[in-house]
């Protein structure tokens, strides 16, 4: 039997339409525009305003990624969300969205795993396709990761924005998903988390203790490292060389960390998307927010190879490489 891929057949993405600048946050922040462009690439961010929610995000990403495909939302049998900030905490944003879209029935359910949440809902969503179980799946990265953000911690606040991004996967005889590769160690937790909780509970602080508590240094070297052996292990799991790749299209949570994976993998900087600058960590929404910008810019052309990576909190890493 001829194998079934996942093949992306649209890209859609949102954003917030207010922006923080580097100069506004010179405003209220003891911060440099040069500090932060010269160890991190950001320039501005884009930030939801009170009212706003990662689920409306998503959903104005996944209308334009159905209308890229030319796919009706009835016709949906799976939307996988990827999202650390999801709107409530139950039923599931991609239930939300799900009913918002007009795709009831179908099965939706949301992927916490930090900022490689879309590339772990894509893994998830190609094996569902894969298997011949669903035909039609809705994949969407959302967050709204500023409402998690102390703005009078230097460290972090600066780093972050708001947006998502989604794409529809298609069953095809056609490549397509070659590989994905999901990984997790719990073990880091610490490194990078915000450890409150409906069951841990919340405290007695400004926001009840939601923010992000975050040790930059030692994030950047394990991700460094960590990119380093995923694109190894990639390239191996599809049988591709480095060289067959067209584009990178990587988390976007520095140029530094973008920049050396690159270079592990002998590309130019000119065959990766960089949307760091424009809309600093977007967590979940960071990857299907550049490839919608690839596409949509022309950059990304049908049939070239892609491959697509995110490291975040737990740690979390994950990949695909694929052909669009
Ligand atoms: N503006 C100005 N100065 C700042 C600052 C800011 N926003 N944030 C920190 N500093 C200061 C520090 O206080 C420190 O001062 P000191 O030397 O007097 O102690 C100095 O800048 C250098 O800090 P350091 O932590 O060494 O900087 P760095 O080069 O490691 O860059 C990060 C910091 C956070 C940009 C970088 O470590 C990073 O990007 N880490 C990964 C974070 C990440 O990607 N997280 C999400 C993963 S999904």
């Keep these: 039997m001829a194998p079934i891929y996942a093949r992306i057949t649209g890209t859609g993405s949102a954003l917030p339409e207010r922006v923080l ?18 160890r991190t690439g950001i320039r501005q961010r884009h930030v939801a305003v009170e009212g706003q929610t990662t689920g409306d995000f998503a959903f104005l ?27 409530i905490i139950f039923p599931s944003t991609a239930c939300l969205v799900q009913h918002r879209l007009g795709a009831n029935g179908c099965a939706a359910f949301d992927v916490n795993a930090a900022c490689s949440g879309f590339v772990y809902a894509l893994g998830i969503a190609d094996k569902f396709i894969r298997s011949g179980q ?16 102390d703005w009078s911690e230097r460290e972090t606040c600066v780093l972050f924005g708001d947006g998502a991004g989604a794409v529809v ?10 590989a ?22 919340f405290r007695d602080e400004p926001n009840h203790g939601v923010r992000i508590n975050m040790s930059g240094r030692e994030v950047f070297k394990v991700a460094v490292k960590t990119l380093d052996a995923l694109v190894e292990e990639t390239l191996k799991a599809a049988g591709m060389e480095a060289s067959q790749l067209d584009w990178l299209i990587p988390h976007q949570a520095n140029l530094r960390i973008i920049e050396a ?11 990766v998307i960089v949307t760091v600058d424009k809309h600093a960590n977007t967590s979940a929404g960071s990857v299907p927010l550049a490839l919608d910008y690839a596409v949509r810019s022309g950059k990304v052309q049908r049939g070239q190879n892609l ?3 995110a490291f975040g909190g737990g740690f979390t890493w994950a990949s695909a490489l694929l052909r669009y």
């Excluded at 405003?27 to 932060?36: G, N």
């Excluded at 996967?169 to 070659?178: D, Q, R, V």
């Excluded at 994976?261 to 065959?271: D, I, V």
């Design 21 to 38: 600048t580097n100069a506004d946050l010179e405003q209220f922040v003891d911060t440099s525009d040069e500090w932060i462009q010269s």
């Design 61 to 87: 990403a996944a209308q334009r990624a159905l209308e890229a495909a030319g796919v009706k939302a009835s016709e949906l049998d799976l939307i996988v969300l990827g999202t650390t900030t999801p709107d």
């Design 261 to 271: 994976t690159a270079k592990r993998l002998n590309m130019p900087m000119e065959q």
């Design 307 to 309: 491959l697509l990576e």
């Design 169 to 178: 996967l298609e069953a095809s005889s056609e490549p397509g998903i070659y």
């Design 180 to 201: 994905t590769c999901l990984h997790a160690d719990g073990g880091y937790k610490e490194l990078l988390w915000n450890p409150v909780g409906v069951s841990v509970g």
């Design 134 to 149: 669903s035909k039609k799946v809705l994949v969407i990265g959302a967050e709204t990761l500023t409402r998690m953000v």
